[in-house]
């Protein structure tokens, strides 16, 4: 079963070696991937500050001088670990033991604004891109789109998909083939801006207990969820889980 997963725009600093994007695991990708390093990189260290602060969504001008840097220069670390937003934090990856960690490694898929898409294990610098915000003028979905849903229709094909991005990355693939998507229901509501951290809750559970079909994943008993309801439309399966216990 392969994950697909929404990045983060908040970003762990540090790491060890420079980001190469030869080494970045989707091959066919690579062309496109050091373009938009390029022009991120002469972006960053020409544009003004007012021109940055839009790109980056940073108000504060003062913040802006951090991300003034080449990050071809910059160390890198996992993707799984650069990135860390609420549903990272919840998902926790560095306090997983190693089999959990290499399951994550092996099958899960993170979308990126700046990467276009990536493997948990892939090695990326530090940098800032406000969603939805072009790089110069290419809008990377757009930019991305075609490519990225060559390589993942071929190498999904033969794989249970379950996607737990947030909707917006739907514009940078779709899955053609039959999927599974996830919704989290509290009091009757459905939970917008914390259900990032159930999906970081439902992801460590998956890689946990080493889960690789969505039918082993529908008997997975994860704490405070409870599934409500089951909906297929064409070839998108959601999960409806009520949130208990809290």
């Keep these: 079963m392969k994950i697909l997963l929404a990045p983060s725009e908040t970003k762990v600093m540090g790491g060890e070696d420079n980001v190469n994007a030869d080494t970045l695991f989707f091959d066919a990708l690579h062309s496109k991937q050091q373009k938009l390093i390029s022009l991120y990189t002469q972006s960053v260290l ?29 160390p890198t670390m996992k993707a799984i670990q650069r990135y860390s937003g609420v549903a990272f934090d919840y998902f926790d990856y560095a306090s997983l033991d190693h089999q959990a960690q290499e399951y994550i490694n ?12 990536l493997k948990a294990n892939d090695l990326i610098p530090e940098y800032k891109l406000k969603q939805g915000e072009p790089i110069g003028e290419i809008k990377t979905d757009r930019f991305y789109k075609e490519s990225i849903t060559q390589i993942l229709d071929e190498y999904l094909k033969d794989e249970d998909i379950l996607d737990i991005r947030a909707g917006y990355y739907d514009k940078f693939y779709k899955p053609s083939q039959p999927y599974t998507t996830l919704k989290f229901i509290k009091n009757g509501k459905v939970v917008s801006h914390w259900a990032k951290a159930y999906r970081g809750n439902v992801l460590r559970e998956i890689a946990k207990h080493q889960i690789n079909t969505l039918e082993a994943f529908m008997q997975l008993e994860i704490e405070n969820l409870m599934i409500n309801e089951i ?7 959601e999960i409806v889980y009520d949130i208990i216990g809290e």
């Design 46 to 74: 020409r544009d003004s500050d007012e021109q940055l602060s839009k790109m980056f969504g940073i108000k504060k001008l003062s913040e802006i001088a951090h991300y003034r840097q080449d990050i071809t220069t910059l």
């Design 106 to 117: 092996k099958n899960l898929i993170i979308f990126s604004n700046l990467f276009g898409v």
């Design 231 to 237: 909906k297929t439309i064409k070839n998108k399966t």
